[in-house]
C-alpha cells in the first residue's frame, strides 16, 4: 500500500468569535476532509514533547516518530541539509532570519515576507561586511537564511523572531545558558545590532521603503545546534522509497536526514498564493515511483502568524480543494491502494500569532479499513475518534503499518 501525508503547516487554532466561536478549521469548508474523516479513523497527536519549544521542526520531526531527546539540534542543522551545505565538526548553524524592526520592537519576522531574490542580495552584502573566517551567511528562501560559525557553542537561549511581533527586541537578544557560551552570544548580538547599522542604507531596503513596504533592516539568530544524527525512515520503518515536497528549506532538510528524495515545485512559496495544484500533481506523480510522500504546505502558518483570521480560513479551504481534493481523485483510480493522512504540526492560533504545544487533530483513510463515529474534521469533532490521544512515534506506526 502507498501512503501519503498531507501536513497543512499551524492550521490548528482556537475559537474565535468572528467566527461565531468556531476555528478557523471548524469554520472553512472543506468537503474533501470531512468525508476523508467519514471513511477513516481520527484521533489527536501530542506533537511538542514535554521540554521543548513548539516550532515546527520539533512538530514536524514528532510527526514523523523521531525522538526528540535522541537526535535534536535545532533548526539551522536541518536548513543546512536542504541548501547542501555540510556542517563539519565544531561548526555550529543557526537559522538566520532577515527581519523588521521598528524603533524598538520586532515589528515582523519576515521583513515584509521579503522575496527571495531581495534577500539574496543582502545575504551577499552582509557576507561581505560582516562575514569572515569564523562567520558565514547562506541564502535560503524569503527571510529564510543560514549562519555557520566555527567554534560556536549551542548553550544558548534564542527567541524565535514569530514568538515577539511588536514587541521589544532588546530583552530578547541571545543569552547565554553557560559561562563558557558568553563569547558566542556577545559575537551573535554584535552582529545582530551592527546589521541594523547596515541595512537601513542598502538600495534594497530603499527600494523597499519608499514602496511603502517593510525593509529587511536586522538579522536574528536562532535554534542553534550541530549536525544531528538521524535514522532515515527506511530504517525506522522499512519504508523503501520516500518523498518529501514543501517549499521550506527546514522541511526539506527534514527529509534529506530521513532518507527522503526532496520533490520540487515550481511556484511554491510557503505562502497563501502558493501553487497548490502543482504541489498535488507533484504528490501524485512522486506516488506511482515512492512508497511515502509527505507534502508540507506552509500557508496556514503564516496566515496565523499574521493574525489574519480570513486568511487563514482561505487557506484552510484552499488545501481542501486544491490539494487534496485532487490529490484524493487521482488516486481513486488507480488499482494499488493508497493511505492517506491529514494533520498540522501544531497549532498557530490567530489570537496568539504564534505556535502552541496543544495536539492536534488528525485523520487516517485506508483502503479496507473499519471508520470510526467522527463526521467531520477539526479540533473537536476528532475528541471521540477511536485513536484518542497519541504521543511518541505511534501515529506514525499506525500509519505505515509497523504497531
Same mark, same amino acid.
Given at each position: 500500500?502507498?501512503?501519503?501525508?498531507?501536513?497543512?503547516?499551524?492550521?490548528?487554532?482556537?475559537?474565535?468569535?468572528?467566527?461565531?466561536?468556531?476555528?478557523?478549521?471548524?469554520?472553512?469548508?472543506?468537503?474533501?476532509?470531512?468525508?476523508?474523516?467519514?471513511? &477513516?479513523?481520527?484521533?489527536?497527536? %501530542?506533537?511538542? /514533547?514535554?521540554?521543548?519549544?513548539?516550532?515546527?521542526?520539533?512538530?514536524?520531526?514528532?510527526?514523523?516518530?523521531?525522538?526528540?531527546?535522541?537526535?535534536?539540534?535545532?533548526?539551522?542543522?536541518?536548513?543546512?541539509?536542504? @541548501?547542501?551545505?555540510? !556542517?563539519?565538526? &565544531?561548526?555550529?548553524?543557526?537559522?538566520?532570519?532577515?527581519?523588521?524592526?521598528?524603533?524598538?520592537?520586532?515589528?515582523?519576522?519576515?521583513?515584509?515576507?521579503?522575496?527571495?531574490?531581495?534577500?539574496?542580495?543582502?545575504?551577499?552584502?552582509?557576507?561581505?561586511?560582516?562575514?569572515?573566517?569564523?562567520?558565514?551567511?547562506?541564502?535560503?528562501?524569503?527571510? *529564510?537564511? !543560514?549562519?555557520?560559525?566555527?567554534?560556536?557553542?549551542?548553550?544558548?537561549?534564542?527567541?524565535?523572531?514569530?514568538?515577539?511581533?511588536? %514587541?521589544?527586541?532588546? /530583552?530578547?537578544?541571545?543569552?547565554?545558558?553557560?559561562?563558557?557560551?558568553?563569547?558566542?552570544?556577545?559575537?551573535?548580538?554584535?552582529?545582530?545590532?551592527?546589521? %541594523?547599522?547596515?541595512?537601513?542604507?542598502?538600495?534594497?531596503? %530603499?527600494?523597499?521603503?519608499?514602496?511603502?513596504?517593510?525593509?529587511?533592516?536586522?538579522?536574528?539568530?536562532?535554534?542553534?545546534?550541530?549536525?544531528?544524527? @538521524?535514522?532515515?525512515?527506511?530504517?525506522?520503518?522499512?519504508?523503501?522509497?520516500?518523498?518529501?515536497?514543501?517549499?521550506?528549506?527546514?522541511?526539506?532538510?527534514?527529509?534529506?536526514?530521513?532518507?527522503?528524495?526532496?520533490?520540487?515545485?515550481?511556484?511554491?512559496?510557503?505562502?497563501?498564493?502558493?501553487?497548490?495544484?502543482?504541489?498535488?500533481?507533484?504528490?501524485?506523480?512522486? !506516488?506511482?515511483?515512492?512508497?511515502?510522500?509527505?507534502?508540507?504546505?506552509?500557508?496556514?502558518?503564516?496566515?496565523?502568524?499574521?493574525?489574519?483570521?480570513?486568511?487563514?480560513? *482561505?487557506?484552510?479551504?484552499?488545501?481542501?480543494? *486544491?490539494?487534496?481534493?485532487?490529490?484524493?481523485?487521482?488516486?481513486?483510480?488507480?488499482?494499488?491502494?493508497?493511505?492517506?493522512?491529514?494533520?498540522?504540526?501544531?497549532?498557530?492560533?490567530?489570537?496568539?500569532?504564534?505556535?502552541?504545544?496543544?495536539?492536534?487533530?488528525?485523520?487516517?483513510?485506508? /483502503?479496507?479499513?473499519?471508520?470510526?463515529?467522527?463526521?467531520?474534521?477539526?479540533?473537536?469533532?476528532?475528541? /471521540?475518534?477511536?485513536?484518542?490521544?497519541?504521543?511518541?512515534?505511534?501515529?506514525?506506526?499506525?500509519?505505515?503499518?509497523?504497531?
Amino acid at each position: 500500500m502507498k501512503r501519503i501525508l498531507i501536513l497543512g503547516d499551524g492550521m490548528a487554532d482556537e475559537p474565535v468569535d468572528m467566527l461565531g466561536g468556531k476555528t478557523p478549521l471548524q469554520y472553512a469548508r472543506t468537503p474533501c476532509m470531512d468525508e476523508l474523516a467519514r471513511q &477513516g479513523v481520527t484521533g489527536r497527536l %501530542q506533537t511538542v /514533547p514535554d521540554g521543548f519549544h513548539p516550532g515546527s521542526e520539533v512538530a514536524n520531526l514528532s510527526v514523523l516518530g523521531y525522538n526528540l531527546a535522541e537526535i535534536y539540534e535545532g533548526r539551522g542543522v536541518l536548513e543546512a541539509a536542504s @541548501m547542501n551545505v555540510e !556542517l563539519h565538526p &565544531g561548526e555550529l548553524a543557526m537559522r538566520c532570519n532577515l527581519v523588521c524592526v521598528e524603533g524598538d520592537l520586532l515589528k515582523n519576522h519576515s521583513a515584509g515576507h521579503i522575496s527571495s531574490e531581495e534577500a539574496r542580495e543582502l545575504i551577499a552584502f552582509l557576507n561581505g561586511t560582516l562575514g569572515d573566517g569564523r562567520i558565514r551567511f547562506h541564502a535560503g528562501v524569503s527571510y *529564510r537564511h !543560514l549562519l555557520v560559525m566555527q567554534g560556536g557553542d549551542k548553550r544558548l537561549d534564542c527567541m524565535p523572531p514569530h514568538d515577539i511581533p511588536m %514587541q521589544p527586541f532588546h /530583552p530578547a537578544l541571545v543569552k547565554a545558558t553557560d559561562a563558557a557560551a558568553e563569547e558566542t552570544a556577545a559575537l551573535l548580538n554584535r552582529l545582530i545590532l551592527k546589521s %541594523q547599522e547596515l541595512l537601513p542604507a542598502h538600495p534594497i531596503n %530603499q527600494r523597499r521603503t519608499a514602496a511603502g513596504k517593510d525593509p529587511a533592516n536586522s538579522l536574528w539568530f536562532w535554534s542553534p545546534g550541530y549536525r544531528p544524527t @538521524m535514522r532515515t525512515l527506511k530504517e525506522l520503518y522499512g519504508i523503501p522509497k520516500s518523498a518529501v515536497i514543501s517549499a521550506v528549506d527546514l522541511i526539506h532538510g527534514i527529509g534529506v536526514y530521513a532518507g527522503m528524495d526532496v520533490v520540487p515545485v515550481e511556484g511554491a512559496t510557503g505562502l497563501y498564493n502558493t501553487n497548490y495544484e502543482g504541489k498535488a500533481q507533484a504528490a501524485v506523480e512522486a !506516488l506511482r515511483t515512492h512508497d511515502f510522500v509527505y507534502v508540507h504546505v506552509e500557508a496556514s502558518d503564516e496566515a496565523g502568524h499574521e493574525g489574519d483570521v480570513q486568511l487563514k480560513v *482561505r487557506t484552510i479551504e484552499d488545501l481542501d480543494r *486544491r490539494l487534496i481534493t485532487p490529490v484524493c481523485e487521482a488516486v481513486r483510480q488507480w488499482d494499488e491502494p493508497v493511505a492517506i493522512a491529514v494533520l498540522p504540526d501544531h497549532p498557530t492560533p490567530c489570537a496568539l500569532r504564534t505556535h502552541t504545544k496543544d495536539p492536534v487533530p488528525f485523520l487516517i483513510c485506508a /483502503p479496507g479499513q473499519a471508520p470510526d463515529a467522527v463526521e467531520r474534521y477539526d479540533e473537536f469533532s476528532v475528541l /471521540p475518534g477511536k485513536y484518542g490521544l497519541l504521543t511518541g512515534d505511534l501515529f506514525i506506526r499506525e500509519f505505515t503499518g509497523n504497531h
